[in-house]
């Protein structure tokens, strides 16, 4: 492990961080943004579960390398671009939400639907005020899930051409020089860890009623 | 520029696609299916062995004795972050080319969710039941493989069947390091710009993993202990690994 | 009440500022089509490289001998094989990117013959598509060759790929995925020297794995390239070919034409002008040892050395 890599290759080591951060987080931004009305619609309709919930288990089961290869193809796109790499990973992620997101919102108790109907709450501002913060913390663990994944799968775009800091494996790799390796490992990990406790933290913040009960999560 | 819409690109490679798996030669020597996908499922099968020899008696320790349960939590969403590739490549470093890396690299990736299922299924098991054990005269170790270990089965192959997916997708990668497998028409396909060739390899891959997720759900709801069979047990139907892990650590 | 509302909202807004601030994902690697924009002063030209070790130093020179004229680079090294970063080229997703006169031609027009370095030239001149140019060609070459090892050259007698032919049979050969199909590659060698491997293992683009592969004796034939100091350190054997397989394989620049002025056209020239076969020789040696020598600093120490820089 050459140590002095690391200050000398500072600019480097920042530009792909920066880059490795956007394609990883705009899916999962991406992706909750369009499971939430899916998993509502599979939660509402069970003809929907009965369809999006195993499409999704299919999507999620296909490997990432696989998605990253093929979509040029299917998409059209210029075989470097960056849509590749977000399309794939938003598909993850809402593979991965939808199924969460449904059965959450089935498990908020229908004793509080019931309660809140009475007390006058439309359809709508339900959903949004009682329905989907009940939701939260299954929903927060399932973004922890698929913000770590993402950060992770990023780095395999790498094997055509993008990357971000999977950069790191490929030339450390043909090189044969384990050092930018450890230090893309690294910098992968110790992101993916941050995600998830930001995600944790943004998940006490949002249901501050499991805070008072039984002191929250081990 | 084309004048075919994404939809026309898409059926020509579909047609393609097609033409490619009818073609014989495809199918026959060491460039072919059969022979790339026994070396895939060879990998696989390795790999799950060791992980499952390593991951399912520590996990059931761990669950029996409820010690160190944060540990298995911690690890199993700690390793999850691991990137694949890196992983492979930074071990070829340390082991050279060959099939031990990647044999490490998935090893490392089918612990965590075989840990967290062995985990769960024995913590979950009711109370009641082990105080009734243990009444009946059985010794700790008794309890925990008469009893605990088969109600623990529906967890431990919801991790396994994770932990399968998980290796299954990650051995796409080693033919990155000049390794067989069903990678192979992936990784040969893109250096030859040839998307039949990869979207077949992507067909491939695809069609592996749902067969063997399908495989292995069936296994996992014909294997519950007699004793569960109830109405109420396949409600509380097997989750997959990633929720109970996701909800063990929340 | 609202809580869930501002949170959804600001994950959006994150995602959005990450959207704006690290460049727009949707205009993918390249802006609008190079090809038909006026020829004015490039405002950045994106330099791209191939998968193996040698290109990426040669894009890294060409990158650093641009930057120091103050030109604005872009870096996508590692893209792939030529397969992959020819339509990436084509497409604007990269403007530069260093070439190899002879390989690049048969890309073009499989079935070239040209083998002379100036036949060779002439033809790629003529036949590159609209909007791709090359500027003018260095001596220094770089080419494929069959190598064995040692004890297998002693074995068969073998100085050149037509001694090794008869024996082809028994052997195993490996090299990168797309040698396999390749004019110049076993179709090549099949047709020129009556030579067919008994097996053919896709390994990599003269990299570690064809290097492992060819040293522990899992393949006994290999692609390698004449600049690989490794050939030379093993004792390896590159063969002979005296029916010109493998044409010139000089290195050029191939560029965007719209990305070409005077600046840039003389400053790559006179990369080309400097550099020789020895040159990459040492060049390749210095990197192999890449503990202390990264590709940034050998592109950085031979442009300073030639006044480049």
């Given at each position: 492990?050459?140590?002095?890599?690391?200050?000398?290759?500072?600019?480097?080591?920042?530009?792909?961080?920066?880059?490795?951060?956007?394609?990883?987080?705009?899916?999962?931004?991406?992706?909750?943004?369009?499971?939430?009305?899916?998993?509502?619609?599979?939660?509402?309709?069970?003809?929907?579960?009965?369809?999006?919930?195993?499409?999704?288990?299919?999507?999620?089961?296909?490997?990432?390398?696989?998605?990253?290869?093929?979509?040029?193809?299917?998409?059209?796109?210029?075989?470097?671009?960056?849509?590749?790499?977000?399309?794939?990973?938003?598909?993850?992620?809402?593979?991965?939400?939808?199924?969460?997101?449904?059965?959450?919102?089935?498990?908020?108790?229908?004793?509080?639907?019931?309660?809140?109907?009475?007390?006058?709450?439309?359809?709508?501002?339900?959903?949004?005020?009682?329905?989907?913060?009940?939701?939260?913390?299954?929903?927060?663990?399932?973004?922890?899930?698929?913000?770590?994944?993402?950060?992770?799968?990023?780095?395999?775009?790498?094997?055509?051409?993008?990357?971000?800091?999977?950069?790191?494996?490929?030339?450390?790799?043909?090189?044969?020089?384990?050092?930018?390796i450890i230090v893309g490992v690294a910098l992968i990990v110790l992101l993916a860890l941050a995600g998830d406790a930001v995600l944790l933290m943004i998940g006490r913040i949002l249901t501050p009623w499991n805070r008072q009960a039984a002191g929250g999560a081990p | 520029m084309e004048p075919a819409g994404g939809g026309g690109r898409a059926v020509n490679l579909f047609l393609e696609v097609v033409q490619w798996f009818g073609d014989a030669s495809n199918w026959s020597g060491t460039r072919g299916v059969p022979s790339r996908l026994a070396d895939h499922l060879a990998y696989t099968v390795q790999a799950l062995l060791i992980?499952?020899?390593?991951?399912?008696?520590?996990?059931?320790?761990?669950?029996?004795?409820?010690?160190?349960?944060?540990?298995?939590?911690?690890?199993?969403?700690?390793?999850?972050?691991?990137?694949?590739?890196?992983?492979?490549?930074?071990?070829?470093?340390?082991?050279?080319?060959?099939?031990?890396?990647?044999?490490?690299?998935?090893?490392?990736?089918?612990?965590?969710?075989?840990?967290?299922?062995?985990?769960?299924?024995?913590?979950?098991?009711?109370?009641?039941?082990?105080?009734?054990?243990?009444?009946?005269?059985?010794?700790?170790?008794?309890?925990?493989?008469?009893?605990?270990?088969?109600?623990?089965?529906?967890?431990?192959?919801?991790?396994l069947r994770t932990a399968t997916l998980q290796v299954i997708a990650t051995a796409t990668i080693g033919a990155y390091i000049g390794l067989s497998g069903l990678g192979r028409f992936l990784i040969d396909g893109l250096a030859r710009n040839d998307y039949t060739e990869m979207a077949a390899g992507a067909v491939l891959v695809a069609a592996l993993a749902l067969i063997v997720e399908a495989l292995l759900g069936a296994l996992q709801r014909l294997l519950v202990s007699p004793g569960l069979r109830t109405a109420q047990a396949s409600r509380r139907a097997p989750r997959q690994a990633p929720v109970v892990a996701g909800g063990?650590?929340? | 009440?609202?809580?869930?509302?501002?949170?959804?909202?600001?994950?959006?807004?994150?995602?959005?500022?990450?959207?704006?601030?690290?460049?727009?994902?949707?205009?993918?690697?390249?802006?609008?089509?190079?090809?038909?924009?006026?020829?004015?002063?490039?405002?950045?030209?994106?330099?791209?490289?191939?998968?193996?070790?040698?290109?990426?130093?040669?894009?890294?020179?060409?990158?650093?001998?641009?930057?120091?004229?103050?030109?604005?680079?872009?870096?996508?090294?590692?893209?792939?094989?030529?397969?992959?970063?020819?339509?990436?080229?084509?497409?604007?997703?990269?403007?530069?990117?260093?070439?190899?006169?002879?390989?690049?031609?048969?890309?073009?027009?499989?079935?070239?013959?040209?083998?002379?370095?100036?036949?060779?030239?002439?033809?790629?001149?003529?036949?590159?598509?609209?909007?791709?140019?090359?500027?003018?060609?260095?001596?220094?070459?770089?080419?494929?060759?069959?190598?064995?090892?040692?004890?297998?050259?002693?074995?068969?007698?073998?100085?050149?790929?037509?001694?090794?032919?008869?024996?082809?049979?028994?052997?195993?050969?490996?090299?990168?995925?797309?040698?396999?199909?390749?004019?110049?590659?076993?179709?090549?060698?099949?047709?020129?020297?009556?030579?067919?491997?008994?097996?053919?293992?896709?390994?990599?683009?003269?990299?570690?794995?064809?290097?492992?592969?060819?040293?522990?004796?899992?393949?006994?034939?290999?692609?390698?390239?004449?600049?690989?100091?490794?050939?030379?350190?093993?004792?390896?054997?590159?063969?002979?070919?005296?029916?010109?397989?493998?044409?010139?394989?000089?290195?050029?620049?191939?560029?965007?034409?719209?990305?070409?002025?005077?600046?840039?056209?003389?400053?790559?020239?006179?990369?080309?002008?400097?550099?020789?076969?020895?040159?990459?020789?040492?060049?390749?040696?210095?990197?192999?040892?890449?503990?202390?020598?990264?590709?940034?600093?050998?592109?950085?120490?031979?442009?300073?050395?030639?006044?480049?820089?």
């Amino acid at each position: 492990m050459i140590w002095s890599w690391i200050p000398s290759n500072a600019d480097r080591i920042l530009a792909l961080t920066v880059e490795h951060l956007r394609l990883a987080l705009i899916p999962v931004v991406v992706g909750l943004v369009l499971s939430v009305p899916l998993g509502w619609f599979a939660k509402r309709y069970p003809f929907a579960r009965a369809v999006l919930v195993p499409a999704a288990g299919v999507l999620y089961t296909i490997p990432s390398l696989t998605l990253f290869v093929v979509l040029p193809g299917i998409l059209g796109t210029r075989i470097l671009s960056e849509i590749n790499i977000i399309v794939a990973l938003t598909i993850y992620t809402v593979a991965l939400l939808v199924r969460t997101i449904a059965d959450a919102l089935a498990a908020v108790p229908g004793l509080v639907v019931a309660a809140a109907t009475a007390m006058g709450y439309r359809p709508a501002r339900r959903f949004l005020d009682v329905e989907l913060p009940l939701a939260i913390p299954v929903l927060i663990a399932g973004l922890r899930v698929a913000t770590v994944s993402s950060i992770s799968l990023v780095s395999v775009g790498a094997l055509i051409g993008v990357g971000g800091l999977g950069e790191f494996f490929t030339e450390g790799f043909q090189l044969q020089f384990p050092t930018e390796i450890i230090v893309g490992v690294a910098l992968i990990v110790l992101l993916a860890l941050a995600g998830d406790a930001v995600l944790l933290m943004i998940g006490r913040i949002l249901t501050p009623w499991n805070r008072q009960a039984a002191g929250g999560a081990p | 520029m084309e004048p075919a819409g994404g939809g026309g690109r898409a059926v020509n490679l579909f047609l393609e696609v097609v033409q490619w798996f009818g073609d014989a030669s495809n199918w026959s020597g060491t460039r072919g299916v059969p022979s790339r996908l026994a070396d895939h499922l060879a990998y696989t099968v390795q790999a799950l062995l060791i992980a499952a020899v390593i991951a399912v008696p520590i996990g059931a320790v761990i669950g029996h004795t409820g010690r160190g349960g944060f540990f298995v939590v911690g690890t199993a969403n700690g390793l999850r972050a691991l990137p694949e590739l890196g992983m492979l490549t930074l071990l070829v470093g340390f082991v050279g080319i060959g099939l031990l890396p990647l044999t490490i690299a998935l090893v490392i990736l089918a612990v965590p969710p075989l840990l967290a299922g062995t985990y769960a299924g024995v913590r979950n098991t009711d109370p009641a039941v082990i105080d009734a054990a243990r009444g009946m005269g059985m010794r700790e170790q008794e309890v925990l493989t008469k009893v605990e270990l088969p109600i623990a089965v529906p967890l431990i192959l919801g991790g396994l069947r994770t932990a399968t997916l998980q290796v299954i997708a990650t051995a796409t990668i080693g033919a990155y390091i000049g390794l067989s497998g069903l990678g192979r028409f992936l990784i040969d396909g893109l250096a030859r710009n040839d998307y039949t060739e990869m979207a077949a390899g992507a067909v491939l891959v695809a069609a592996l993993a749902l067969i063997v997720e399908a495989l292995l759900g069936a296994l996992q709801r014909l294997l519950v202990s007699p004793g569960l069979r109830t109405a109420q047990a396949s409600r509380r139907a097997p989750r997959q690994a990633p929720v109970v892990a996701g909800g063990i650590a929340s | 009440m609202n809580r869930t509302l501002v949170a959804l909202a600001g994950l959006l807004a994150l995602g959005l500022t990450a959207c704006g601030g690290g460049g727009d994902p949707l205009s993918g690697g390249g802006a609008g089509t190079a090809a038909n924009q006026p020829p004015a002063a490039p405002d950045v030209i994106k330099v791209g490289s191939a998968n193996f070790t040698e290109s990426r130093l040669l894009a890294e020179i060409y990158a650093q001998a641009l930057e120091t004229k103050g030109v604005k680079v872009e870096r996508s090294f590692g893209i792939g094989s030529r397969e992959v970063y020819f339509p990436a080229l084509k497409d604007g997703s990269i403007d530069l990117i260093p070439e190899y006169t002879g390989n690049l031609l048969q890309e073009i027009d499989p079935q070239a013959t040209a083998t002379a370095s100036d036949q060779v030239y002439q033809e790629l001149t003529a036949k590159l598509p609209d909007g791709m140019i090359v500027l003018e060609q260095s001596a220094a070459e770089d080419k494929d060759a069959v190598v064995i090892t040692q004890e297998t050259a002693q074995r068969y007698n073998a100085r050149s790929i037509a001694d090794l032919a008869p024996h082809c049979g028994e052997l195993v050969f490996g090299g990168p995925p797309e040698f396999a199909e390749r004019p110049y590659g076993l179709p090549g060698i099949e047709r020129l020297y009556n030579c067919t491997f008994a097996d053919f293992r896709s390994l990599d683009a003269g990299g570690p794995l064809t290097i492992a592969a060819l040293t522990d004796g899992s393949i006994q034939a290999a692609d390698l390239f004449t600049t690989d100091p490794t050939i030379i350190d093993r004792g390896w054997v590159a063969l002979e070919d005296p029916q010109n397989n493998f044409s010139a394989q000089n290195v050029v620049p191939l560029v965007n034409e719209a990305k070409v002025n005077d600046q840039v056209r003389q400053t790559l020239n006179s990369i080309s002008a400097a550099l020789t076969t020895d040159a990459l020789l040492q060049l390749n040696r210095e990197v192999a040892n890449a503990a202390e020598n990264t590709v940034e600093q050998v592109a950085k120490r031979w442009l300073t050395a030639n006044n480049l820089g």
